[in-house]
């Protein structure tokens, strides 16, 4: 990442704090509608291959803001790497998941994003081995729109840990004039969180037959 100006520095290290402070304003004022597959924290969702019930949460991009309420609906103690990009955008997300316990691997798994990608996913590979669950929005950091790039799919395969489609479907937001669309719930909406059951894919599937099943089962709900 190129060095910060001054005015970021600023901004960095003010905004997340407010961010996060507004978020949890927010939410006491919205209603929660979690719709979470029960295979998702149950035994069924166990890894024939390793054995564990982590998993990869697959998000889009705008509607990421409001994720960590859904991911703390699961795990109390958070154990999550999010893939965040290398920009300025990207170093506000890691600062503002931070606040929510969450960790972070820096960098693009997309082959247009960031340079690295080979290390992002060797290190997503390590922590989910490990047991951690993995945050990953398949169309960042620069789209395009609701795209399904190669890495939740290499992650996939090369480690056997079950995906899980996760969306956000506020009932009144602010939608911003960007390319992912980027949704923020208005106050005393009603939000549903939907949270599909973890599937796997075979390591010998091909590479865009795995992500029309990703693509599909993200567009289901």
Not at 54 to 74: Q, R, S, T, V
Not at 78 to 91: A, M, Y
Not at 160 to 165: R, Y
Request: proline letters at 7%; one cysteine or more.
């Amino acid at each position: 990442m190129k060095p910060l100006s001054w005015k970021q520095k600023i901004i960095l290290k003010i905004f997340p704090y407010i961010a996060w402070v507004i978020l949890k304003m927010l939410a006491w004022t919205c209603k929660h509608r979690f719709h979470i597959s029960p295979e998702l924290i149950s035994p069924e969702s166990i890894s024939p291959e390793i054995g564990r019930a982590n998993f990869i949460a697959c998000f889009w991009h705008g509607e990421f803001l409001m994720m960590p309420f859904a991911y703390l609906k699961i795990r109390k103690q958070p154990k999550i790497c999010v893939i965040s990009s290398r920009h300025f955008d990207g170093e506000l997300m890691v600062k503002l998941y931070g606040y929510f316990g969450f960790h972070t691997i820096r960098g693009s798994t997309n082959k247009g994003g960031d340079k690295g990608g080979a290390r992002v996913l060797a290190e997503s590979f390590r922590h989910l081995r490990a047991g951690w669950d993995m945050g990953i929005t398949p169309d960042g950091p620069k789209g395009p729109y609701h795209h399904i790039a190669d890495g939740v799919v290499a992650m996939a395969q090369k480690t056997g840990v079950g995906i899980s489609a996760w969306r956000c479907f506020p009932s009144r937001y602010y939608e911003l004039n960007t390319w992912d669309k980027f949704r923020i719930p208005k106050p005393f909406s009603c939000i549903d969180y939907h949270l599909s059951e973890p599937f796997f894919i075979p390591k010998d599937m091909d590479i865009e037959a795995a992500k029309k099943l990703v693509y599909e089962q993200m567009e289901r709900f």
